[in-house]
């Protein structure tokens, strides 16, 4: 009953290791809602260590599944950016080589001591302003724009609106200075013949000429 969407979890995975450090394996569970874990369908997954969590009823719905598969393919790369996070952590207490500013992971290290989970409620907008969340929220929004990057699709995101406004900035921000995405979407411009140009912002006329914001336009391309 779950191989489809254990496969979809598995080719995301298999994408994000080209870009983030990740354990091997990582196991994947869903459970259902409510439970201990998930006690609203406000928190849509969760990983941790190699594991990875799913709020089954969240992540099986029909129509989000046949109309909004990249939706999911967003919170699985939110998660694995948490597997990514917690993988540097430990990389760092076991005095081992990692591959981040050791300032950033100490902040992640000290985000997950005083972590508050989303569960709905008040705790939606604590949660959504951590460090480590607008880091994981970014990075789900970076590679699902790349993954998607030559589909003629429009990407929608289930994200509350508050974390789009943080994620969307920084987002901009790790395709410039993050060099293992700015290699990749070099490179697929390059090949494509296209210049390597700076991406506009959401607000901004779109540079294909449309007249229409490119938010509206492009953006929902992958571009």
């Not at 369908?41 to 046949?66: H, S």
Request: aromatic fraction near 10%; glycine fraction near 6%.
């Amino acid at each position: 009953m779950e191989g489809k969407y254990l496969e979809l979890v598995q080719n995301c995975i298999n994408y994000a290791r080209s870009f983030m450090t990740l354990p091997e394996p990582i196991e994947s569970y869903f459970e259902d809602c409510p439970s201990d874990r998930f006690k609203t369908m406000d928190n849509a997954a969760e990983g941790c260590g190699n594991k990875l969590y799913f709020n089954k009823p969240w992540f099986t719905g029909q129509d989000r599944w046949e109309n909004h598969r990249v939706d999911i393919e967003f919170f699985i790369f939110h998660e694995l950016r948490h597997l990514h996070q917690h993988y540097e952590i430990a990389l760092l207490d076991s005095n081992n080589i990692v591959h981040e500013d050791i300032s950033t992971i100490v902040s992640w290290k000290n985000g997950f001591i005083n972590y508050t989970r989303n569960e709905g409620g008040s705790t939606q907008a604590v949660n959504l302003s951590q460090e480590v969340e607008i880091d994981a929220n970014a990075y789900a929004l970076c590679l699902s724009n790349m993954l998607h990057i030559s589909d003629n699709i429009e990407l929608r995101f289930s994200v509350p609106q508050e974390a789009m406004d943080l994620a969307d900035p920084r987002s901009r921000q790790y395709y410039e200075n993050r060099p293992e995405l700015k290699r990749y979407i070099d490179k697929l411009k390059r090949d494509a013949g296209q210049p390597v140009v700076r991406k506009p912002e959401r607000n901004e006329l779109c540079p294909c000429g449309s007249g229409k914001k490119f938010k509206k336009c492009c953006i929902g391309k992958g571009i």
